[in-house]
């Protein structure tokens, strides 16, 4: 694991946008060949799967997938391999991880059927902390 921190340098500019596309499929690789790892420092078998977590971490990548400026995609390669970086050293308490990996957008649905009392502030709450 200390060789991917160590080898995980910001890239410069890609040329075009398959060079982008390129690189986002690189990190992807990189994210999932790290997820028995992350599960065996943040003890996360019991509440996920790595299948789950390989969904939850291509999610993240696809809601970008409209983007076409290959400055910008390298931009949101940054703010992903700091995301990484901060995962991989530790930098994040459990809860963190499974707040926004594993719950995440689901636990606003679970809360609105169950909990119709809920005000709208802590629903707007919920959803800016977890969407």
Excluded: W
């Excluded at 995980?8 to 982008?20: Q, T, Y």
């Excluded at 690189?26 to 943040?42: G, K, L, Q, T």
């Excluded at 499974?98 to 119709?116: H, M, N, T």
């Amino acid at each position: 694991m200390a060789h991917l921190i160590r080898n995980l340098k910001v890239p410069p500019n890609s040329a075009s946008l398959e060079e982008a596309r390129k690189r986002t499929f690189e990190f992807f690789r990189m994210a999932c060949r790290s997820i028995p790892s992350v599960m065996d420092i943040y003890n996360l078998q019991d509440v996920v799967t790595p299948s789950e977590l390989r969904s939850s971490v291509a999610a993240q990548i696809r809601k970008n997938a409209h983007v076409t400026n290959p400055k910008v995609i390298d931009m949101l390669l940054f703010k992903g391999m700091e995301e990484f970086r901060n995962v991989v050293e530790h930098s994040k308490q459990r809860h963190h991880i499974i707040g926004q990996y594993v719950v995440g957008k689901g636990l606003v649905q679970d809360l609105e059927p169950k909990d119709e009392g809920i005000s709208n502030f802590l629903k707007n709450f919920y959803k800016s902390n977890y969407a």
